[in-house]
């Protein structure tokens, strides 16, 4: 139940109401569907007010993207969300079925519905305010409530939004805050954020807790499981996360503020991606304006930049080298943006690289990390061709197909397959440290 | 453009627009899509201003109707509706992706959005009101509005409503009706109405023009052209209703108010459904209130009797023999609901029963009609085993096996192949009437 004082000051944490996504791959049959209102009607029975957030079914989404570019070559943004916004609300409907069939009155809402206010950026939304009334006033008559994810309405038009790929944790995470959940549980595939990516690193651990800010360094670089702006999201709002399988009951990663993590290992994770492409500009104009000029071509044409390296020019005739890496996906608008400009300097590309990260909130005390980095991929004998740092982060760009020698090698210097120093274990007694996705 | 005066006074007449609907088969590939798009922007050209109602695509409500039932064997009907409804957004968002490559803006607007109230029956909705400042308001801007047939908002909950199956057809009138659009055409995959179905009946001609209410009595008893509710809905409103093909340019069957169509032949056309059972009640007592008791039974089971026939006992002890017909599909759901009254009849049922049935706003005054269906049935030997008359329609119920033979004989018996006499062709010199689906 929703205490009254909860209403008046959303923020609060009521402790028995809690926020449930399921991902794709956990309401993808019918039998995923019925496994996933199993779980949301325990809860219920548990005596909790259940509010869940269900993704499109499978590869709905990705079938509904392809039918849209069988009709256009450039589908309208407005319409594409409506197109994309179908998805999620077929789950959740299917899902309130499952839910009655046990016995238990279910609403299905859609993004509007529940509230979800968004500016109009259509197909990459952010959410301005979540007015949980009618959640709310659902919750307070004993319903469990379905809400769709990924989508709103906008706050001037009343049109149908979507917040991106992976939108659904954001729409998770940003109801539990207005409605003062005690935690959003995010339900996928996986047991949870581990070590490094099991399928590279075979005795790779899951991780029990992780900062929000190790979250966001794991999210930025290649850590599939949480969307980024989710994190982001909770970090601001002060949102505990929980990362767990919808196949099991064992407790999976929780992702909370810093201070309440405790004492961490130097070392937390290391994590990959083989997804990337690197552009270099060769001889630019050692001036004022130009790397603005190139990097605001490069965002009007929607291209996210992730690395950024300028070296100084040897002489002032040479002018500047400068390279970013992209996801290769974006590898063609990039270079054509770049061509539409007037730097008449070669651009030059690779797209066989990949980047490995190590993440700790314990490197900021214990600067010898990047050293040892460097010297795991030396013995290894992989050539590091960009740097990025961050206090808690090292990346480092390499060719893509060291990358998982890589991640082994830094898994193993790192001793990250032994069990975590914690000062304290969250999920209690209960608690199984080497349960695995 | 929409003139003041047709935002003051919705119901008058505003001839340059358009409503267009296009049926499942209209839209279901991408090239069908592009073919109503293309349409769609041909009217806009002309000047019209044009509001297009789309259907799920092909079939897309088939499918996600299978989808409930793969999760619940009883799916709850306001989650139902939310699923269903998600078809035509597609359809609308697609089609508004193809108007923009056209180099026209489009806009596509859920059934909420386009301002379509209706009641709280979920599945099987009634239109309230049509709220369409949305509507006009876009087609002041020079936007063509696609709105998602088959749907509204309940007034009461906000909830998403469904109109039941063919539902887009009433949309389309209701749209047509509020904006007061001078026509509302309805785009199938058949050139019109025709005298009889044509894979019957080979020689059977596209009907020009009908009366509204010869169009309901067909409607009520077979050809499936145009859903029945549509047809009230436009008579109610006095809506114009154009049924014809989009494959092609040729003109289709204009349905209108029986003031103008003139001059009309004794028999309009033939029409039949093999889709029938009777079910009769042996000896019930012949007392007051058992006919109410039976018949709430069905209605309470959802379902629809058609015709309904009850002799007189012929002796007291015996009781009366009650007969009805209802859809075949419904003929469990039936016995089902009459075992559970306090009948303790027999109940005997026959799911081998067809219908066939002659329409003519002329038979008014050409009593002889009847002689004429009864003479030519009789001459092909097939057994009569129910009647029901109404001022223009005759229906006889028949074996299943023989509705066929009967609707070429009762097609031949009136002349139905022979052009129809018309004091005017509504369709100026550009018609070409025999033009085939």
């Known amino acids: 139940m929703v205490s009254s004082e909860a209403r008046k000051e959303p923020a609060a944490i009521v402790p028995d109401t809690v926020v449930m996504k399921f991902g794709g791959t956990s309401v993808a049959s019918p039998d995923d569907l019925k496994r996933a209102a199993r779980r949301i009607v325990a809860a219920r029975e548990r005596g909790q007010s259940v509010v869940a957030v269900l993704s499109a079914r499978g590869k709905t989404t990705d079938e509904l993207v392809a039918m849209a570019y069988e009709i256009s070559d450039a589908p309208v943004a407005r319409e594409l969300d409506m197109l994309l916004s179908t998805g999620e609300r077929q789950s959740c409907a299917l899902c309130a079925m499952a839910i009655a069939d046990m016995g238990y009155e279910a609403i299905s809402l859609t993004g509007s519905q529940a509230g979800i206010v968004t500016d109009s950026s259509h197909t990459k939304a952010r959410i301005l305010d979540v007015q949980a009334d009618r959640i709310r006033a659902a919750l307070s008559s004993g319903q469990i409530v379905l809400v769709a994810g990924f989508q709103g309405v906008s706050t001037d038009s009343n049109d149908v939004t979507t917040l991106g790929r992976g939108g659904s944790d954001t729409t998770a995470v940003a109801l539990a805050a207005a409605l003062g959940a005690g935690v959003c549980e995010i339900y996928t595939d996986v047991a949870g954020v581990f070590t490094a990516d099991p399928r590279i690193v075979p005795d790779a651990r899951k991780l029990e807790l992780l900062s929000f800010e190790e979250m966001l360094e794991m999210s930025a670089s290649g850590a599939g499981v949480l969307q980024l702006r989710s994190v982001e999201y909770g970090r601001n709002h002060d949102v505990r996360i929980h990362c767990r399988s919808s196949f099991d009951d064992a407790p999976g990663t929780l992702v909370l503020p810093e201070s309440e993590t405790l004492e961490r290992p130097f070392v937390t994770a290391v994590t990959h991606s083989e997804n990337e492409a690197r552009v270099t500009l060769a001889g630019i104009a050692d001036e004022p304006g130009v790397a603005g000029r190139i990097f605001t071509a490069l965002a009007d044409a929607n291209v996210d930049v992730d690395m950024i390296i300028q070296n100084e020019p040897v002489s002032t005739d040479h002018g500047a080298d400068l390279s970013f890496t992209i996801e290769r996906g974006d590898l063609a608008a990039a270079t054509s943006a770049l061509e539409r400009t007037d730097l008449a300097t070669p651009i030059l590309t690779d797209d066989r690289i990949g980047k490995v990260s190590v993440i700790g909130a314990g490197m900021?005390?214990?600067?010898?990390?990047?050293?040892?980095?460097?010297?795991?991929?030396?013995?290894?004998?992989?050539?590091?061709?960009?740097?990025?740092?961050?206090?808690?982060?090292?990346?480092?760009?390499?060719?893509?197909?060291?990358?998982?020698?890589?991640?082994?090698?830094?898994?193993?210097?790192?001793?990250?397959?032994?069990?975590?120093v914690l000062a304290e274990d969250p999920h209690g007694s209960a608690h199984h440290p080497r349960v695995r996705a």
Do not use: W, Y
């Not at 030396?378 to 050539?383: A, F, M, V």
């Open 364 to 420: 900021r005390s214990h600067p010898g990390v990047a050293r040892d980095v460097f010297n795991a991929l030396g013995e290894l004998g992989i050539n590091i061709q960009m740097i990025s740092t961050s206090p808690i982060k090292i990346s480092c760009v390499i060719a893509v197909d060291r990358v998982a020698d890589a991640v082994r090698g830094l898994h193993d210097a790192f001793g990250l397959d032994r069990d975590e």
